[in-house]
C-alpha cells in the first residue's frame, strides 16, 4: 500500500454517529453521517484501518507471541533495572487474578485489536450504502473483513475469549459486551475470511502491501489448522497454491524486504509496511532487539547510519541456546537468522550475545527503520499443506510440500516416513523456518505443548542461568516459569470498565 495514505490520524473520520431522537448533523463537522458519502471516504477509512497494524508488530507482538516462547529469551541488564512487563512475559510470570492482568503489553496489544475492529466495523456497517464502483466497494469491503477476521484471530488465540463487536460502539454501555467463547468467535472469523477472499484482488492486480485474496484464504487456512478442521485446510492452501500466483524466494535472505526494497516481493503473502524517515511510518524493531549495552561503534557496523548512538536498556528477543541448536548442520538459515556481537560494556563473563539478524538491514537514520514485517509467507502455506496432509494420513505427500522448504535452506529430503516422526518434523520446520516471526507460541498452544516444552525450557534457565545471558550471580526471579497457561489474563484497566471480564 501506498506508505503515505496510511495515518493513524484518520480515526477522526471514524468517529460515532449520534442517537438522539432529533438529529441535526453540523455539516462543518466530521462525522459518520458526513463523511462516509463517497469511494475516497472509504479509501481513507480502510486506510486508517491499517495503521494500528505498525505500532502492534513494532512494540508488542513479538512480545507477546515469540518472547514468550523457547525461541527468544531477554538479556538481564542489573544496571538499568527491571522491566517488570516485558520481563515478566519472557519469565512466564506475568501476574493474573480473576482472569485479568495488569501487563501493559497485554493492554496495548488488545486495544491496538479492538482499534483495527472499530475501524473495520464503521466501514463494513456504512459501505453498501453508499453508490460507487462494484470493483472497488468489493476491494475496500474485502480488506476491511480482513482485517478484522485478523484482529479477531490474534485476539482469540491470545485471550480465549474476548468481547465480539460487529458493529460500531455507541455508548458505553454498548462497549460492556459479553464475553464471546472461542467457537462465536472463530465462525465470525471464517465468515470474514471467506468472503473477504471473494472480494479481494489478486496479488497481480492489488496495490502492493494491502491484503490480497491469498492472504485472506491463508488467514482462513490458519484458522482452520488452530481449529484441526486438516480437510478444509488442504483446500483453501492447495487453492492458495495453485492460484495465488507465489513461490519461494531461492534465496532465504531475500524472504524479507530491505529498509527501502524487495518489500512484498513473491514469496510474501502479507507483511506489514512501514517506511524509514520523518513521516512517521518507520519501525524500529532492530534497535528493541540488539543486545545491550552497546557502543555506537559496536552497533554501527549493524546499522550502517552516520549517526549511530549508544544504547542502554534490557535486551530483548535474544535467541536461546535452544533455538540455536534446532537447527540442522548446513542449514543456510542459521547464518542469515542469527548473528552475534561482543559487547564490551556488559557485565557478563562472556560478553557474546546471538542477536536477530534477519531484520538488521542498513539504513540512514539512527533508531528509524523502513523495513517490512513478515506476517504470512509463502514457505507458511507450504508447512500449512504439509501439516493438514498428514494430519490426514497423507504423510508421503505431506512430504513434497515440507521437502520445498528444506531445500531451499540447503537441506536433504525428509526422513520421515510415519505420520508421527512427520509430525514431529514439521513442528520443528516451522520453528526454524518462522523464527522471530511471531509463530512459536501460537504453535506451542495450539499443539497442546505448552507445558511440556517450557516446563522443560524453564527448569534449564533456572538451572544455567548464565547459558541464557544473565550475569554472574544473577538469577531469575522466583515466580519464573510459573504461569505456563495457554491464554493471558485479560487487561485489567479494560476490566474496569465492563462487568463482564
Known amino acids: 500500500m501506498k506508505t503515505k495514505y496510511i495515518a493513524a490520524g484518520l480515526m477522526a473520520f471514524v468517529l460515532s454517529s449520534c442517537k438522539d431522537f432529533l438529529v441535526v448533523v453540523p455539516e462543518t463537522a466530521l462525522s459518520s453521517a458526513t463523511f462516509f458519502s463517497k469511494e475516497a471516504d472509504f479509501q481513507q477509512a480502510v486506510n486508517a484501518a491499517y495503521a494500528p497494524l505498525r505500532q502492534m508488530f513494532n512494540e508488542r507482538a513479538w512480545v507477546l507471541e515469540e518472547m514468550h516462547s523457547d525461541n527468544t529469551y531477554y538479556g538481564r541488564n542489573t544496571l538499568y533495572g527491571a522491566v517488570d512487563a516485558t520481563e515478566n512475559v519472557a519469565d512466564f510470570a506475568v501476574p493474573t487474578a480473576n482472569g485479568v492482568t495488569a501487563n501493559d503489553n497485554v493492554l496495548v496489544q488488545y486495544r491496538l485489536n479492538y482499534q483495527i475492529i472499530a475501524r473495520a466495523n464503521q466501514i463494513l456497517t456504512t459501505i453498501d450504502a453508499v453508490n460507487f464502483g462494484a470493483d472497488s466497494k468489493n476491494n475496500l469491503k474485502g480488506q476491511a473483513q480482513f482485517l478484522r477476521a485478523f484482529a479477531y484471530f490474534d485476539l482469540i488465540r491470545l485471550f480465549g475469549k474476548v468481547p465480539l463487536h460487529l458493529t460500531p460502539v455507541t455508548s458505553r454501555e454498548d462497549a460492556a459486551s459479553p464475553l464471546a467463547t472461542a467457537d462465536q468467535v472463530y465462525a465470525q472469523i471464517e465468515k470474514d475470511a471467506t468472503d473477504a477472499s471473494k472480494g479481494l484482488l489478486n496479488k497481480a492486480k492489488q496495490e502492493a502491501g494491502r491484503a490480497t485474496s491469498g492472504a485472506a484464504k491463508t488467514l482462513l487456512a490458519n484458522l482452520y489448522i488452530t481449529q484441526k478442521k486438516w480437510a478444509q485446510a488442504e483446500t483453501v492452501l492447495k487453492d492458495v497454491v495453485a492460484n495465488d500466483g507465489y513461490m519461494l524466494m531461492p534465496d532465504y535472505n531475500n524472504a524479507f524486504s530491505f529498509t527501502a526494497t524487495n518489500k512484498n516481493n513473491q514469496e510474501s503473502i502479507f507483511e506489514i509496511q512501514y517506511?524509514?524517515?520523518?513521516?512517521?511510518?518507520?519501525?524500529?524493531?532492530?534497535?528493541?532487539?540488539?543486545?545491550?549495552?552497546?557502543?555506537?561503534?559496536?552497533?554501527?557496523?549493524?546499522?550502517?547510519?552516520?549517526?549511530?548512538?549508544?544504547?542502554?536498556?534490557?535486551?530483548?528477543?535474544?535467541?536461546?541456546?535452544?533455538?540455536?541448536?534446532?537447527?540442522?548442520?548446513?542449514?543456510?538459515?542459521?547464518?542469515?537468522?542469527?548473528?552475534?556481537?561482543?559487547?564490551?560494556?556488559?557485565?557478563?563473563?562472556?560478553?557474546?550475545?546471538?542477536?536477530?539478524?534477519?531484520?538488521?538491514?542498513?539504513?540512514?537514520?539512527?533508531?528509524?527503520?523502513?523495513?517490512?514485517?513478515?506476517?504470512?509467507?509463502?514457505?507458511?502455506?507450504?508447512?500449512?499443506?504439509?501439516?493438514?496432509?498428514?494430519e490426514q494420513g497423507k504423510t508421503?505427500?505431506?512430504?513434497?510440500?515440507?521437502?520445498?522448504?528444506?531445500?531451499?535452506?540447503?537441506?536433504?529430503?525428509?526422513?520421515?516416513?510415519?505420520?508421527?516422526?512427520?509430525?514431529?518434523?514439521?513442528?520443528?520446520?516451522?520453528?526454524?523456518?518462522?523464527?522471530?516471526?511471531?509463530?512459536?507460541?501460537?504453535?506451542?498452544?495450539?499443539?497442546?505443548?505448552?507445558?511440556?516444552?517450557?516446563?522443560?525450557?524453564?527448569?534449564?534457565?533456572?538451572?544455567?542461568?548464565?547459558?541464557?545471558?544473565?550475569?554472574?550471580?544473577?538469577v531469575p526471579p522466583p515466580n519464573a516459569f510459573t504461569v505456563l497457561d495457554d491464554y493471558y489474563g485479560l487487561p485489567a484497566v479494560e476490566a474496569a470498565l465492563t462487568p463482564n471480564f
Open 275 to 390: 517506511m524509514e524517515g520523518s513521516a512517521g511510518y518507520n519501525g524500529n524493531q532492530m534497535y528493541r532487539f540488539m543486545p545491550s549495552p552497546i557502543t555506537a561503534a559496536e552497533l554501527q557496523p549493524f546499522t550502517g547510519t552516520s549517526n549511530a548512538q549508544p544504547t542502554s536498556q534490557e535486551s530483548n528477543n535474544i535467541p536461546t541456546p535452544d533455538l540455536i541448536a534446532a537447527y540442522e548442520t548446513g542449514d543456510k538459515r542459521k547464518d542469515i537468522s542469527i548473528g552475534y556481537v561482543t559487547l564490551s560494556q556488559s557485565l557478563r563473563d562472556n560478553k557474546v550475545y546471538p542477536y536477530i539478524k534477519k531484520y538488521v538491514r542498513p539504513h540512514s537514520l539512527h533508531n528509524n527503520t523502513g523495513q517490512n514485517w513478515p506476517v504470512y509467507r509463502y514457505a507458511e502455506v507450504l508447512l500449512f499443506l504439509a501439516e493438514a496432509l498428514n
Open 396 to 474: 508421503a505427500d505431506a512430504a513434497t510440500y515440507l521437502n520445498q522448504v528444506r531445500a531451499r535452506a540447503g537441506l536433504a529430503a525428509t526422513t520421515a516416513t510415519s505420520q508421527a516422526t512427520m509430525r514431529e518434523a514439521i513442528f520443528k520446520e516451522r520453528r526454524v523456518e518462522l523464527a522471530f516471526e511471531n509463530k512459536r507460541w501460537f504453535d506451542l498452544t495450539r499443539t497442546g505443548r505448552v507445558k511440556e516444552i517450557i516446563g522443560a525450557y524453564g527448569a534449564k534457565v533456572k538451572a544455567n542461568p548464565l547459558d541464557y545471558y544473565f550475569p554472574k550471580g544473577a
